[in-house]
Nanobody, 126 residues
Framework: QVQLVESGGGSVQAGGSLRLSCAAS????????LAWFRQAPGQAREGVAA????????FYAASVKGRFTISQDNAKNKTYLHMSSLTPEATAMYYC???????????????????WGQGTQVTVSS
């Protein structure tokens, strides 16, 4: 099992940027699919971005493509979500998640992930 801890959330004005970090510990020697999800009050949890530890392949929600970038530092067992040109619609609790190999389902389906961080709040003001 992998333990995940997010950090980097906070309050930012529209148009600003934030970088979220997710530190992984535990069983990190296995290949993982890593993803960032977000959930606003009263809304379903939605996938924001995903990447694989053993590949360059990345995925993004259409709403954030071109503005958000997922990256990872395998040596430090960390994954990052760089967010720019933020809008109030990005206000949500952001979670990092990990799915061990073998992977199944869509990257954006939260049911495919068995490890979750506690979440970090992102608030974007107008």
């Amino acid at each position: 099992q992998v333990q995940l801890v997010e950090s980097g959330g906070g309050s930012v004005q529209a148009g600003g940027s934030l970088r979220l970090s997710c530190a992984a510990s535990g069983h990190t020697s296995t290949s993982y699919r890593l993803a960032w999800f977000r959930q606003a009050p009263g809304q379903a949890r939605e996938g924001v971005a995903a990447a694989y530890t053993s590949a360059r392949t990345t995925f993004y929600a259409a709403s954030v493509k071109g503005r958000f970038t997922i990256s990872q530092d395998n040596a430090k067992n960390k994954t990052y979500l760089h967010m720019s040109s933020l809008t109030p619609e990005a206000t949500a609790m952001y979670y990092c998640a990990a799915a061990p190999y073998p992977y199944s389902g869509s990257w954006s389906n939260p049911d495919g992930y068995n490890a979750w961080g506690q979440g970090t709040q992102v608030t974007v003001s107008s």
